[in-house]
């Protein structure tokens, strides 16, 4: 519109020329101005009558991997002489072929099809509406409309094969799983010899134990292998994760609850997961593959926040996780945590702490300098002696290196059993 009110400024200039000084090459000139807007006015497009669909090969992806995106447009009006398309986009998705941008020549009753591909990182990204411009031959009058055409996909961050978790909570479901029960039944791992019952499989009989004995018959028991309740909580406070530069632990912190979780799954357990941060974002406890997929698509949309309340992990809301169950929480941790993981232990929860080391990742971004190198050592000194109270009240903490893959790390500090049972000090 800003072409034609200039035009029509400047029509009204030369005509106001041409009656001040009665020149007729002046008039005739602006007789030309008008002949040409007029005939934009004439054949500029009525309100177009456009309908569009919108196809998105992949509703999740993993990180980098290309989704095809697309779009057809339907003209149930006139002939439209230009159409410009411009799809809008969130700013972090990369197109790395075609383009969400066009320009047609679209006839009454025709359809046009393009696509483009896109990629991104970890995120839900909403592809919303898409903007068309049609304008008359000459572009004088451009009419702009927008269509809000959902569609939406999630990056989920990538999962990494672990075999095996050892978890060891107090308390199991009923069904058959593989964590211990600490309880005699049909298991692999022997628990103790109790009198022969009626119905034991002669194999179970002790026959070292029977001898000592002439009227009786002993037989081994095993311990019952069953499923438990199994929640992760992943620390998405912005104190822990970020640091100068806006360089973030947050993405490795998301990756080890995707893997643990996806681990867990695997054997049978039912899981869920809490996003401490900003707020409380609860994916409620399930099983199988379904319940996988919550998980992964909560994780995709994760980001790191702060809040008043959330400061500190005093608000944990302890009663979404059932007594005596396994916890794992993914932290870099803070100091003033501890007095808190120890009150959490104290209730006889099973606790695994996953923290990604802060001092090596942010040592990697600083200046290899001797000042750097000495608070370096200081700190960690200090780190050691947070870690080592926390595994004295009986909980399993492990200290990620985050130059070594989670997979390597977890296999070898998680894949084997403990030889002995966490149990809770008491400091007098």
């Known amino acids: 519109m800003q072409r034609l009110s200039l035009l029509s400024f400047i029509i009204y200039l030369l005509f106001l020329a041409g009656l001040l000084t009665r020149d007729g090459d002046v008039l005739a000139l602006s007789l030309i101005f008008v002949v040409y807007v007029s005939f934009s006015l004439i054949t500029a497009p009525q309100m177009p009558k456009l309908k569009f669909e919108r196809k998105v090969s992949a509703s999740r992806v993993s990180p980098d991997t290309p989704v095809i995106v697309e779009t057809s447009i339907v003209n149930n009006g006139s002939t439209l002489e230009e159409v410009r398309i411009d799809e809008d986009l969130p700013s972090n998705l990369e197109v790395c072929d075609g383009s969400p941008s066009q320009l047609f020549f679209l006839p009454g009753g025709k359809t046009t099809t393009w696509s483009y591909t896109i990629k991104g990182q970890r995120g839900a990204y909403n592809l919303n509406s898409i903007n068309a411009i049609t304008n008359d031959p000459f572009g ?32 199991t479901k009923v069904y058959s799983g593989i964590v211990p029960a600490r309880t005699g039944g049909t298991g692999i791992d022997f628990l103790a010899v109790r009198e022969y019952q009626e119905g034991d499989p002669t194999r179970w009989i002790n026959w070292r134990a029977s001898a000592r004995h002439r009227s009786k018959f002993f037989s081994n028991e095993f311990e019952q292998e069953r499923v438990a309740d199994v929640g992760i909580v992943l620390d998405g406070r912005v104190r822990t994760n970020l640091f100068a530069g806006n360089h973030s632990l947050f993405e490795y912190s998301v990756l080890a609850a995707a893997t643990l979780a996806d681990t867990f799954l695997e054997q049978g357990n039912r899981v869920s997961l809490l996003l401490y941060g900003k707020s409380l974002q609860w994916t409620f406890p399930g099983y199988g593959k379904t319940q996988r997929e919550r998980i992964l698509r909560r994780l995709a949309q994760a980001q790191p926040g702060s809040s008043q309340v959330f400061e500190d992990l005093e608000n944990i809301p302890t009663r979404l996780f059932p007594s005596h169950s396994q916890v794992v929480l993914i932290s870099p941790l803070l100091v003033e945590d501890i007095e808190v993981l120890m009150k959490l232990r104290a209730r006889d929860y099973h606790i695994i702490i996953i923290s990604p080391d802060p001092i090596t990742f942010e040592v990697s971004l600083l200046p290899k300098l001797a000042e750097i190198k000495l608070a370096e050592r200081i700190v960690r000194i200090e780190r050691e002696l947070m870690l080592k109270r926390l595994q004295r009240v009986g909980i399993q903490v492990v200290n990620w290196d985050i130059s070594k893959p989670f997979d390597q790390i977890a296999q070898s500090h998680l894949g084997r059993r403990l030889s002995w049972i966490p149990t809770m000090e008491v400091n007098p």
């Open 140 to 171: 004088l009058i451009p009419q702009p409309i927008s269509f809000p055409i959902k569609g939406h996909f999630f990056v989920v961050p990538p999962v990494l094969r672990v075999k095996n978790v050892v978890i060891r909570p107090r308390r």
